[in-house]
Structure formats: C-alpha cells, structure tokens
C-alpha cells in the first residue's frame, strides 16, 4: 500500500511523523524536566477569588493574586531561594495581565475566571511583576515585586491582611509558621505603598491619578459641587472610607477602590499624609 504513495509525499509523510514527534518530546521534556506547567481550567473559583498566601511546606507556596485598578494584592513577596510558588490569579474589576520578569508566567487575569501558574524561582535577584494589559489611566504603575533570597527561612509578604497570610500545616512544624507580613520600618510609608494609594497619589505634588498628598493637608480643597473643603483629618478618613464621596473638582469619581482599612490603619495613613508638606 506504502509502495503505491509517491516517493516525495512518503518523504512529506515521514518528515510530519518526525517533526510530531519531536515537538512531543520536547514538551515531555519542557514539562518534566523544566517544570514548565499550562495553565490549568480551574472550576472552582470562589476558593482563588480573594488574596491569600499559603504556607505548604519548605520552599512551596501559594498565592492568590488579585489584579485590581492598579496593584497586586499582595504586592511584595520575598522567598527562599529555590521556593516554588504556585499562583492563582483572579481580577477584581477589569482584565489585568500579569508577567513576571525573568520567568515563563505570562497570564491574563479576566475577571470571573482564575489563572494558574507553577514557577520555581532557582537563581536570588528582584522579579517585577508587571501588568501588560490596558487596564485603565494607572496601567503603567500597576506593577508588584517577588524577591528571591539566598538564606531565608521563611517566605514574608505585603499587601494582605495577616488573615490572609496562612501555613497549610499550622501546628505541625513551628519553624514553618514564620511566615510574617514584613516589619515596616515606616508604618505609614508601607501603607501608602502596600494599599496601593502609590498608584494614584504622588508624593512631590505631581498629579496622578488623584490629587498629590504633598502639600494636602490643611489645604482647602476644591471640590466637584463647588464647594470647598478643608482637608483635616475627618476629610481624609472619609476619603478613604468612602472615596466615592466629596469628589475633588478636576478629578473622576469612581476610580478609587474601596479599601480595606482598619481604624489603626487609618490613622496612620493621616499621620502620614499629614507629614506629606
Ligand atoms: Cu492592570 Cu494594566
């Protein structure tokens, strides 16, 4: 039968069974000895949908990262050299994209639906994450960072509540449960950073996305209705607590998500911006 096929389509033949077969190799290959992983189609998605960090073990974690206007939650991640780092990604608004340098993750994160990535990071140094997806007037700030360390006993993270932050084998092995949120060394500034209000708000009088907070302050603020506010410290918790109240004349409502603050934190974050002259 094979004989009645013309010399060059049976050459054409052969060369398609060779070239199939090598490209199933070279993914058995990519799978199991790079430990590079397709996403997988996750059915259950409510379990992903809020941010968490998980403990499961030495040098393997979890994280369920939400891509929002316009930061990752969490947004700072620092990991033992070696550490694997599963990540499940979601959005809490519009499409988002999430690459991390130096690594294969390339996801888009849509909203409803949860990405799902493996990587190991093998060699210390700094991953940006990096949202490469048009998401709005912020995009090009809305970035994160994974940092890789030679010596570290346990993963630290920011940008999620400590109840988010979990040890899948609490109680089990002490030495695992060092997983901290990272000591801010300014309280303040952390926030300003970790909520995500560096996103929108400059600290040199700049304008962003929403009014500067140097100089806000004791400032009176002009707002859409005409009227005009000064900003003390009831203003700037109400900002914060309902930002879709006293909108700024010259700036959108709308933009600014609903924080999860506490009181303590809210205060601090007055503290600060006070400090911002
Ligand atoms: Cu999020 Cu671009």
């Given at each position: 039968?094979?004989?009645?096929?013309?010399?060059?389509?049976?050459?054409?033949?052969?060369?398609?069974?060779?070239?199939s077969?090598?490209h199933?190799?070279?993914?058995?290959?990519?799978?199991?000895?790079?430990g590079?992983?397709?996403?997988?189609?996750?059915t259950?998605?409510?379990?992903?949908a809020?941010p968490?960090?998980?403990?499961h073990?030495p040098?393997?974690?979890e994280?369920?990262?939400n891509?929002?206007?316009w930061?990752?939650?969490?947004?700072?991640?620092k990991?033992?050299?070696?550490?694997?780092l599963?990540i499940?990604?979601?959005?809490?608004?519009v499409?988002?994209?999430?690459?991390?340098?130096k690594?294969?993750?390339?996801?888009m994160?849509?909203?409803?639906?949860?990405?799902?990535?493996?990587?190991?990071?093998?060699?210390?140094?700094?991953?940006?994450?990096?949202?490469?997806?048009?998401?709005?007037?912020?995009?090009?700030?809305?970035?994160g960072?994974?940092?890789?360390?030679?010596?570290?006993?346990a993963?630290?993270?920011?940008?999620i509540?400590?109840?988010?932050?979990?040890?899948?084998?609490?109680?089990?092995?002490?030495?695992?449960?060092?997983?901290?949120e990272?000591?801010?060394?300014?309280?303040?500034?952390?926030?300003?950073?970790t909520?995500?209000c560096?996103?929108?708000?400059?600290?040199?009088?700049?304008?962003?996305?929403?009014?500067?907070?140097?100089g806000?302050?004791?400032?009176?603020?002009?707002?859409?209705?005409?009227?005009t506010?000064?900003?003390?410290?009831?203003?700037?918790k109400?900002?914060?607590?309902?930002?879709m109240?006293?909108?700024?004349?010259?700036?959108s409502?709308?933009?600014?998500?609903k924080?999860?603050?506490?009181?303590?934190?809210l205060?601090?974050?007055?503290?600060?911006?006070?400090?911002q002259k």
């Open positions: 039968m094979l004989a009645q096929v013309p010399k060059l389509e049976r050459r054409v033949l052969l060369a398609a069974i060779v070239v077969v090598v199933l190799l070279l993914i058995a290959y990519a799978a199991l000895f790079l590079i992983s397709v996403p997988d189609c996750i259950d998605k409510a379990a992903f809020e968490a960090f998980i403990t073990g040098k393997h974690y994280v369920h990262l891509a929002r206007m930061m990752y939650q969490p947004n700072y991640i990991l033992p050299t070696g550490s694997r599963d499940f990604l979601s959005a809490k608004d499409q988002h994209g999430l690459f991390i340098e690594t294969n993750v390339n996801l994160a849509v909203p409803g639906a949860i990405a799902n990535a493996t990587v190991t990071f093998r060699q210390p140094g700094r991953y940006q994450m990096i949202c490469h997806e048009f998401c709005g007037i912020g995009h090009q700030d809305m970035q960072t994974i940092e890789v360390v030679d010596g570290l006993a993963a630290e993270v920011a940008g509540s400590k109840e988010a932050i979990r040890d899948a084998n609490a109680g089990a092995k002490d030495e695992l449960a060092a997983v901290v990272t000591a801010p060394s300014d309280p303040g500034k952390k926030l300003y950073e909520k995500g560096a996103a929108c708000h400059s600290l040199d009088g700049s304008k962003l996305v929403g009014p500067s907070f140097k806000l302050y004791g400032s009176q603020v002009k707002l859409a209705d005409g009227s506010r000064q900003a003390d410290d009831a203003y700037i109400q900002k914060i607590s309902d930002p109240s006293m909108v700024v004349a010259g700036f409502p709308g933009l600014m998500p924080m999860q603050v506490s009181a303590e934190e205060n601090t974050l007055v503290d600060f911006i006070k400090a």
